[in-house]
């Protein structure tokens, strides 16, 4: 089975989807409220407060984790249920900043990797809204060499002290835990040596400083640890195979960032999606009636269309086995080129406006779209690191030369 399918078996008893369906129009109607403005990111303590609220809300209709197990505070329905839920969402105001990573790449690494008492002691609290979940693997030195990671956990008794530094962890500064992974033994080969842990964000010795990016967000967060001291029941999996444990969380990322994840709930707003947004913006800036606009603007739902497409085909062969979970890579090259696009479009036809429009007026967040769309080429594993894992894990292709294959980590020749 694969990572993301494992825990969304159907039970013969399981509510029917047309049912489930009939069930969440009604609930969303009288619980939640319309969403009044498009989701721009988690800048704030306000949206994460109001994200646990409304995660705690959908958790007391029976909605929350959906493909989660009963037994961890979710429904235990399957994927097709999610997708019927999140169709009859869209509309309302949900607690989308809670979809990734919290939900779909830290929760369900832990449903995958945890003990007993990891799981009940994280999934349900995650699931009631009580949870918020990052994740510390990228570094200053870079990201793409992720096995080449220097922040260490050295054992100190029962307990591990933790060192170093992480970067671009998304909305580290409004979250709870981090899965970080650190390197525990420096003896061995660089990928062997490495230990997946849960770490407190407000443990002592954790500082956690907000970057600011060319957008003007502050989302995005660094990390340093000075002696933070952590529990044996700190790890998650085993030790020293955390490059395993870490798989496991890639495959979930992107499967996240692919569109693919069954534990993502509401809109997947980043990805470009239907063009309705474009139709509008044409309409609004008295384009619509221009030839050229109308054909970029098919030429952008056609691209919409295949993706999502692609979206139910990959996720359909990797739940039947018939792909391997690194399939994921395929949708999540396709998904980033997807969302490029849409931001040229957009850009295309509002014109200058794209730049000079002020905070207030329409096309501002055109603008910043356009910004930040290089992300989705880096979220999750940059673009060209998903064309090496297509072409060796799916296509066969040999591996990257890599000159410190199977030698010891300390004795890798590395910059200052
Ligand atoms: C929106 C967003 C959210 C993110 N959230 C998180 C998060 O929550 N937690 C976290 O830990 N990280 C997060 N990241 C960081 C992300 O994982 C890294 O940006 C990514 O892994 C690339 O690492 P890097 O930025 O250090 O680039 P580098 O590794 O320095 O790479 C720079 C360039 O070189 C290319 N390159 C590198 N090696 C190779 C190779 N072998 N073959 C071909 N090309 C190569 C890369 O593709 C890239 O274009 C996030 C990034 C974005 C954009």
């Known amino acids: ?214 957008t003007g967000s502050t989302e995005f967060c660094q990390e340093f640890f000075d002696d933070v001291r952590l529990p044996a029941d700190a790890v998650l999996g085993a030790v020293d195979d955390g490059w395993a444990s870490t798989q496991r969380l890639l495959n979930h990322e992107r499967a996240a960032v692919g569109g693919t994840s069954p534990y993502t709930s509401g809109a997947r707003p980043h990805l470009g999606g239907d063009v309705t947004a474009l139709v509008e913006l044409a309409r609004a800036v008295g384009g619509i009636g221009d030839a050229r606009v109308r054909e970029d603007i098919g030429a952008a739902r056609a691209r919409s269309i295949v993706r999502d497409q692609l979206i139910a085909h990959v996720s359909q062969a990797i739940t039947a086995g018939a792909l391997p979970p690194a399939a994921g890579s395929l949708v999540r090259v396709f998904s980033a080129e997807n969302a490029s696009l849409q931001a040229d479009t957009a850009v295309k036809i509002a014109g200058a406006a794209a730049a000079t429009a002020g905070a207030h007026d329409p096309e501002h967040r055109i603008g910043l779209n356009y910004l930040f769309r290089a992300a989705w080429s880096l979220a999750g ?19 990257e030369f890599a000159a410190d294959r199977g030698v010891p980590f300390n004795e890798v020749k590395r910059g200052r």
């Open 381 to 399: 594993g940059s673009t060209e690191m998903s064309r090496n894992i297509i072409s060796e894990r799916l296509l066969g292709m040999p591996r």
């Open 1 to 214: 089975m694969s990572a993301t399918d494992s825990h969304t078996v159907d039970s013969p008893d399981s509510e029917a989807v047309a049912d489930f369906r009939d069930r969440a129009r009604r609930w969303l109607k009288h619980n939640l409220a319309p969403a009044t403005k498009a989701y721009t990111g988690a800048d704030d303590d306000a949206i994460w407060e109001r994200a646990r609220a409304l995660q705690q809300l959908l958790y007391e209709g029976g909605f929350a984790g959906i493909c989660f197990p009963k037994a961890y505070g979710g429904q235990g329905l399957t994927s097709a249920h999610q997708r019927a839920f999140t169709e009859e969402s869209l509309g309302y105001e949900m607690p989308l900043v809670l979809n990734v990573p919290t939900l779909a790449i830290c929760a369900a690494t832990i449903l995958d990797l945890g003990t007993e008492e990891q799981k009940r002691a994280h999934l349900p609290a995650v699931l009631r809204g009580q949870e918020i979940l990052s994740q510390f693997l990228s570094e200053p030195r870079g990201g793409s060499d992720l096995a080449g990671l220097t922040t260490r956990a050295d054992r100190d008794g029962e307990e591990w002290l933790l060192n170093g530094s992480k970067i671009w962890s998304s909305g580290a500064y409004g979250s709870d835990y981090g899965l970080c992974l650190a390197r525990t033994n420096w003896d061995v080969p660089k990928h062997s040596g490495l230990t997946l842990f849960l770490v407190p964000c407000h443990a002592p010795g954790v500082t956690i400083q907000r970057i600011r990016q060319v």
